[in-house]
Protein backbone atom coordinates (compact mmCIF):
# COMPACT_ATOMS: atom_id res chain seq x y z
CA UNK A 1 0.00 0.00 0.00
CA UNK A 2 1.55 3.05 -0.86
CA UNK A 3 -0.90 5.79 1.09
CA UNK A 4 1.42 4.32 4.36
CA UNK A 5 4.87 4.97 2.78
CA UNK A 6 4.22 8.73 1.79
CA UNK A 7 3.91 9.56 5.41
CA UNK A 8 6.42 7.83 6.20
CA UNK A 9 8.86 9.33 3.40
CA UNK A 10 7.86 13.01 4.47
CA UNK A 11 8.29 12.15 7.95
CA UNK A 12 11.80 10.84 7.02
CA UNK A 13 12.46 14.22 5.17
CA UNK A 14 11.63 16.12 7.79
CA UNK A 15 14.09 14.65 10.02
CA UNK A 16 16.78 14.95 7.40
CA UNK A 17 15.93 18.63 7.19
CA UNK A 18 16.02 18.74 11.01
CA UNK A 19 19.64 17.19 10.95
CA UNK A 20 20.69 19.55 8.18
CA UNK A 21 19.54 22.54 9.67
CA UNK A 22 20.99 21.65 13.58
CA UNK A 23 24.21 20.87 11.61
CA UNK A 24 24.30 24.17 10.03
CA UNK A 25 23.42 25.81 13.36
CA UNK A 26 26.08 24.42 15.42
CA UNK A 27 28.50 25.22 12.54
CA UNK A 28 27.66 28.94 12.37
CA UNK A 29 27.98 29.11 15.70
CA UNK A 30 31.31 27.35 15.90
CA UNK A 31 32.43 30.02 13.06
CA UNK A 32 32.03 32.50 15.01
CA UNK A 33 33.38 31.51 18.01
CA UNK A 34 36.36 31.09 15.91
CA UNK A 35 36.03 34.39 14.38
CA UNK A 36 35.78 35.84 17.79
CA UNK A 37 38.92 33.96 19.28
CA UNK A 38 40.93 35.41 16.21
CA UNK A 39 39.85 39.31 16.41
CA UNK A 40 38.10 40.17 19.87
CA UNK A 41 38.27 43.79 18.50
CA UNK A 42 35.17 43.23 15.93
CA UNK A 43 32.88 45.81 17.59
CA UNK A 44 34.94 48.75 19.18
CA UNK A 45 33.49 51.53 20.39
CA UNK A 46 34.51 55.27 20.02
CA UNK A 47 35.58 57.07 22.85
CA UNK A 48 36.19 60.63 23.00
CA UNK A 49 38.17 61.99 25.98
CA UNK A 50 38.73 65.69 26.14
CA UNK A 51 38.89 65.92 22.55
CA UNK A 52 40.84 62.47 22.24
CA UNK A 53 39.99 59.40 20.46
CA UNK A 54 40.32 56.19 22.03
CA UNK A 55 40.07 52.70 21.43
CA UNK A 56 40.85 49.82 23.40
CA UNK A 57 41.77 46.60 22.11
CA UNK A 58 41.79 43.46 23.51
CA UNK A 59 44.50 40.59 22.59
CA UNK A 60 43.15 37.67 20.60
CA UNK A 61 44.25 33.95 22.03
CA UNK A 62 47.91 33.78 20.08
CA UNK A 63 48.68 37.32 21.86
CA UNK A 64 47.94 39.29 19.12
CA UNK A 65 46.22 42.63 18.67
CA UNK A 66 43.48 42.09 15.84
CA UNK A 67 41.09 44.93 15.17
CA UNK A 68 38.26 45.53 12.20
CA UNK A 69 38.79 48.78 10.70
CA UNK A 70 38.11 50.68 7.35
CA UNK A 71 40.35 51.76 4.50
CA UNK A 72 39.18 54.36 2.57
CA UNK A 73 35.34 53.89 3.86
CA UNK A 74 35.69 49.95 3.49
CA UNK A 75 35.60 47.29 5.89
CA UNK A 76 39.26 45.79 6.54
CA UNK A 77 40.82 43.75 9.51
CA UNK A 78 44.19 44.99 10.72
CA UNK A 79 46.61 43.10 12.62
CA UNK A 80 48.95 45.84 14.82
CA UNK A 81 52.18 44.94 13.54
CA UNK A 82 55.02 47.60 15.02
CA UNK A 83 57.50 45.43 12.74
CA UNK A 84 56.26 46.78 9.67
CA UNK A 85 57.31 49.99 8.99
CA UNK A 86 54.26 50.52 6.49
CA UNK A 87 50.86 49.28 6.22
CA UNK A 88 51.27 46.70 4.03
CA UNK A 89 47.87 45.23 2.25
CA UNK A 90 47.72 41.65 0.60
CA UNK A 91 47.41 42.05 -3.01
CA UNK A 92 43.92 40.79 -3.50
CA UNK A 93 42.82 42.85 -0.43
CA UNK A 94 44.11 45.90 -2.77
CA UNK A 95 42.55 44.35 -5.49
CA UNK A 96 38.82 44.26 -4.08
CA UNK A 97 39.62 48.11 -2.44
CA UNK A 98 40.41 49.12 -6.32
CA UNK A 99 43.87 50.57 -4.99
CA UNK A 100 46.12 52.02 -7.46
CA UNK A 101 49.34 50.11 -7.42
CA UNK A 102 52.41 52.79 -7.80
CA UNK A 103 55.82 52.12 -8.25
CA UNK A 104 57.54 48.96 -7.18
CA UNK A 105 59.95 48.72 -3.96
CA UNK A 106 61.98 46.44 -2.22
CA UNK A 107 60.85 45.35 1.43
CA UNK A 108 62.74 43.32 3.59
CA UNK A 109 60.59 40.37 5.47
CA UNK A 110 61.22 37.67 7.43
CA UNK A 111 61.39 35.38 4.23
CA UNK A 112 63.80 37.74 2.79
CA UNK A 113 63.50 40.88 0.21
CA UNK A 114 60.53 41.11 -2.04
CA UNK A 115 58.89 43.36 -4.20
CA UNK A 116 56.15 45.09 -3.39
CA UNK A 117 54.22 48.17 -4.74
CA UNK A 118 53.34 51.72 -2.78
CA UNK A 119 49.55 53.36 -2.99
CA UNK A 120 48.56 55.91 -1.48
CA UNK A 121 45.17 55.42 1.34
CA UNK A 122 42.59 58.40 1.64
CA UNK A 123 41.50 57.35 4.84
CA UNK A 124 42.46 54.58 7.52
CA UNK A 125 40.47 54.15 10.20
CA UNK A 126 40.10 52.58 13.03
CA UNK A 127 37.10 53.15 15.82
CA UNK A 128 37.65 57.10 16.79
CA UNK A 129 40.69 57.45 15.68
CA UNK A 130 41.33 58.54 11.77
CA UNK A 131 44.11 59.73 10.05
CA UNK A 132 44.37 60.64 5.79
CA UNK A 133 46.62 60.29 3.21
CA UNK A 134 48.38 57.53 4.58
CA UNK A 135 51.33 55.25 2.47
CA UNK A 136 51.15 52.20 1.93
CA UNK A 137 52.46 49.03 0.14
CA UNK A 138 50.50 46.63 -1.84
CA UNK A 139 51.93 42.82 -1.20
CA UNK A 140 51.42 40.44 -3.66
CA UNK A 141 53.02 37.43 -1.57
CA UNK A 142 50.79 37.95 1.40
CA UNK A 143 48.14 35.65 2.13
CA UNK A 144 45.25 35.73 4.43
CA UNK A 145 42.47 38.81 4.58
CA UNK A 146 44.41 40.84 7.23
CA UNK A 147 46.14 44.12 6.75
CA UNK A 148 49.55 44.55 8.82
CA UNK A 149 49.03 47.58 10.20
CA UNK A 150 52.59 49.40 10.10
CA UNK A 151 54.59 51.98 12.10
CA UNK A 152 53.44 55.15 9.89
CA UNK A 153 49.77 54.74 11.23
CA UNK A 154 50.98 54.10 14.41
CA UNK A 155 53.45 56.15 15.14
CA UNK A 156 50.69 58.95 15.24
CA UNK A 157 49.32 57.81 18.43
CA UNK A 158 50.07 57.26 21.74
CA UNK A 159 49.38 53.69 22.70
CA UNK A 160 49.90 52.09 26.26
CA UNK A 161 49.75 48.00 27.12
CA UNK A 162 49.01 46.85 30.53
CA UNK A 163 47.65 43.21 30.91
CA UNK A 164 46.14 42.03 27.54
CA UNK A 165 44.56 45.40 26.55
CA UNK A 166 46.24 47.86 24.33
CA UNK A 167 44.89 51.66 24.82
CA UNK A 168 45.25 53.26 21.42
CA UNK A 169 45.09 57.49 21.59
CA UNK A 170 44.51 60.42 18.77
Known amino acids: MKTTDTPSKIGQGMIYIAWLLLLALLTYS ?18 WNSNVAE ?21 VTFLLD ?5 ISI ?7 LEL ?6 QS ?5 TITVYSTRLDQVSIGAIKLTNIR ?6 MAGDEILLGMNFMKHLEMTQKGKELVLRY
Do not use: C, W
Open 30 to 47: FNNYLDQQNNPNQNISAD
Open 90 to 96: PEKIANK
Open 100 to 105: KKGFPT
Open 55 to 75: VRLKQNRYGHYVVNGQINNMP
Open 136 to 141: ASINPH
Open 82 to 86: TGATL
Open 108 to 112: RTANG
